[in-house]
């Protein structure tokens, strides 16, 4: 192959050694093995059913679209690639690896993040990047926004295909330390893209520095414990199943009380509190034994005196459990 671009008529493929096709462009790709072990499965199958396209920038040739194949078919230990080369400037590159991947949907959001950034560093304002791709200036503006807000490293991980592009789209949400921190979890843990956003919910959630080094260092079974039956997260990733049920017991318990009070401190007419008398007193009953056990608990996890006149069989086995457990003596009258 000469260095002239004549040779290359427009929609003609040439036969090109895979060495002289560049990748440079390749840094607003992020290529999964995935994807590239799915591609290497479609060469060994079919054959290259389309070329790949390139440019020719100082008597080389630059990939714009075909990074997968490229990578592929290298692996495969193919000598040549048919090549298709485009006369595209430095934003028309840019511009057709957008466009040429539209239809098929096989660009990440991350992926398109970095080609906008590459058009912004053209000189194009946000509103011609727009115009120019065919979309509505909030897709620019939110994707240009991913790409800004991800740490640094995390981005070279997914370009390396050492972090998948879905797992990265979820740490966006926190401070670039805490991103490092989680990739980190997550990357030991081997935890899915739905497992890092469940995750990083938690996180989000809470603010206290033990729950946050709970979900640092036991990631699955903060997991465990939090992945809920009806779509949302309980307040505490440590609680267990018993504990869950409690925690949504409790603050129905809450819930029901104010609205109670709320509507008792303006009561109804006499005839409709007459109506309700049974209820009344049936609710007056159980009252008393749902405090006494509340009580209870609340003594277990203070572990307060359990041999006086306000202690009960629960509050008693409980705290001698709860020593047995730091190895200290039971408690008097525990036994």
């Given at each position: 192959?000469?260095?002239?671009?004549?040779?290359?008529?427009?929609?003609v493929?040439?036969?090109?050694?895979?060495?002289?096709?560049?990748?440079?462009?390749?840094?607003?790709?992020?290529?999964?093995?995935?994807?590239?072990?799915r591609?290497?499965?479609s060469?060994?199958?079919?054959?290259?059913?389309?070329?790949?396209?390139?440019?020719?920038?100082e008597?080389?040739?630059?990939?714009?679209?075909?990074?997968?194949?490229?990578?592929?078919?290298?692996q495969?230990?193919?000598?040549?690639l048919?090549?298709?080369?485009?006369?595209?400037?430095g934003?028309g590159?840019?511009?057709?690896?957008?466009?040429?991947?539209?239809?098929?949907?096989?660009?990440?959001?991350?992926?398109?993040?970095?080609?906008?950034?590459?058009?912004?560093?053209?000189?194009?304002?946000?509103?011609?990047?727009?115009?120019?791709?065919?979309?509505?200036?909030s897709?620019?503006?939110?994707?240009?926004?991913l790409?800004?807000?991800?740490?640094?490293e995390?981005?070279?991980?997914?370009?390396?295909?050492?972090?998948?592009?879905?797992?990265?789209?979820?740490?966006?949400?926190?401070p670039?330390?805490?991103?490092l921190?989680?990739?980190?979890?997550?990357?030991?843990?081997?935890l899915?893209?739905?497992?890092?956003?469940?995750?990083?919910?938690?996180?989000?959630?809470?603010?206290?520095?033990?729950?946050?080094?709970f979900?640092?260092?036991?990631?699955?079974?903060?997991?465990q414990?939090?992945?809920p039956?009806?779509?949302?997260?309980?307040?505490?990733?440590?609680l267990?199943?018993?504990?869950?049920?409690?925690?949504?017991?409790?603050?129905?318990?809450?819930g029901?009380?104010?609205?109670?009070?709320?509507?008792?401190?303006?009561?109804?007419?006499?005839?409709?509190?007459?109506?309700?008398?049974?209820?009344?007193?049936?609710?007056?009953?159980?009252?008393?034994?749902?405090?006494?056990?509340?009580?209870?608990?609340?003594?277990?996890v203070?572990?307060?005196?359990?041999?006086?006149?306000?202690?009960?069989?629960?509050?008693?086995?409980?705290?001698a459990?709860?020593?047995?457990?730091?190895?200290?003596?039971?408690?008097?009258?525990?036994?």
């Amino acid at each position: 192959m000469t260095s002239s671009s004549t040779e290359w008529g427009p929609g003609v493929a040439r036969s090109v050694a895979i060495a002289r096709i560049g990748t440079t462009l390749g840094r607003a790709r992020c290529p999964q093995p995935a994807q590239v072990a799915r591609m290497r499965e479609s060469l060994s199958r079919h054959g290259q059913l389309t070329a790949v396209i390139a440019v020719e920038r100082e008597g080389k040739l630059e990939l714009v679209d075909g990074f997968k194949r490229r990578t592929a078919a290298a692996q495969m230990g193919w000598p040549e690639l048919a090549v298709s080369v485009r006369s595209l400037d430095g934003r028309g590159q840019w511009t057709a690896m957008l466009t040429l991947n539209r239809s098929s949907g096989s660009l990440s959001v991350l992926e398109e993040g970095l080609i906008v950034r590459e058009l912004c560093q053209s000189g194009l304002a946000q509103i011609e990047i727009a115009q120019v791709v065919g979309r509505h200036k909030s897709w620019v503006s939110r994707r240009l926004g991913l790409v800004e807000r991800l740490h640094p490293e995390l981005l070279a991980g997914v370009r390396t295909g050492l972090l998948s592009a879905g797992v990265a789209r979820r740490l966006i949400g926190l401070p670039a330390g805490n991103q490092l921190e989680l990739a980190a979890v997550v990357t030991q843990a081997a935890l899915t893209t739905a497992e890092t956003e469940l995750l990083v919910s938690l996180w989000q959630k809470t603010s206290d520095p033990a729950i946050r080094r709970f979900l640092l260092t036991e990631p699955r079974r903060a997991l465990q414990n939090a992945r809920p039956e009806t779509g949302s997260a309980p307040p505490d990733p440590r609680l267990s199943e018993r504990g869950r049920r409690i925690a949504r017991a409790l603050a129905l318990l809450r819930g029901v009380a104010l609205r109670l009070i709320d509507a008792l401190q303006n009561p109804p007419p006499l005839s409709e509190l007459t109506l309700l008398e049974g209820e009344l007193e049936q609710t007056a009953q159980a009252l008393p034994r749902a405090l006494e056990a509340l009580g209870s608990a609340t003594r277990c996890v203070r572990c307060g005196d359990t041999s006086g006149p306000s202690a009960t069989p629960t509050s008693a086995d409980c705290c001698a459990t709860a020593a047995r457990s730091r190895g200290q003596p039971e408690p008097p009258g525990s036994t």
